[in-house]
């Protein structure tokens, strides 16, 4: 053989070793991963398996929670039915502005059943805004009665700090288009 045939051979057999030493370390690399997701699914299988076992000890409270969901379920309360809109009020307000609020996030709204609100959190603190002459009431001392008056009626326009964060829930609705006029369809399963 002459010295270029073995050198072809030489370089050959190198890229080859090189070749098989890349696949073999991607193979390694893929096997400990496949090794710790089996771990993972044996840790999750175990956790599964153990609240089985609580929820079979506890055949009451799995009662009382099939009632509550065919509750929710008849009461079309599915999650698959509602948009969800995040509400996020982090300011300060008056209390009229506060009152408003309120009323659109309670059950008293005037729009039915369109939409409900779900809060996550509220905080309500009310701002100090007087003076260090005042007395305990907000109101200045050397005032007189008359001069109260004006001062009582401003208690509305006291701020509050108010972080309120929740959603509103509001229904699905189907627009079809018919000849004389759109109707709104409620989403139900």
């Known amino acids: 053989?002459?010295?270029?045939?073995?050198?072809?051979?030489?370089?050959?057999?190198?890229?080859?070793?090189?070749?098989?030493?890349?696949?073999?370390?991607?193979?390694?690399?893929?096997?400990?991963?496949?090794?710790?997701?089996?771990?993972?699914?044996?840790?999750?299988?175990?956790?599964?398996?153990?609240?089985?076992?609580?929820?079979?000890?506890?055949?009451?409270?799995?009662?009382?929670?099939?009632?509550?969901?065919?509750?929710?379920?008849?009461?079309?309360?599915?999650?698959?039915?509602?948009?969800?809109?995040?509400?996020?009020?982090?300011q300060d307000i008056t209390w009229n502005q506060l009152a408003n609020i309120a009323f659109i996030i309670s059950a008293g709204h005037p729009y039915g059943q369109k939409y409900l609100f779900v809060p996550e959190s509220f905080v309500l603190i009310k701002k100090d805004t007087s003076d260090s002459s005042s007395d305990v009431t907000g109101q200045k001392n050397s005032q007189s009665s008359n001069a109260q008056k004006p001062a009582q009626d401003n208690s509305q326009n006291e701020l509050y700090s108010v972080k309120l964060k929740g959603a509103f829930l509001v229904k699905k609705t189907v627009n079809t288009a018919s000849s004389d006029s759109n109707k709104e369809i409620a989403c139900k399963k």
């Open 1 to 90: 053989m002459s010295i270029s045939v073995k050198w072809l051979l030489t370089i050959l057999f190198l890229t080859a070793y090189a070749t098989s030493l890349f696949f073999f370390s991607s193979a390694y690399k893929q096997f400990q991963i496949a090794i710790h997701h089996k771990k993972e699914l044996q840790n999750q299988l175990a956790a599964l398996k153990k609240q089985l076992k609580k929820l079979k000890s506890n055949p009451e409270k799995v009662k009382r929670w099939k009632a509550t969901i065919q509750k929710l379920e008849n009461a079309h309360l599915h999650p698959d039915h509602w948009l969800k809109y995040p509400f996020i009020v982090d």
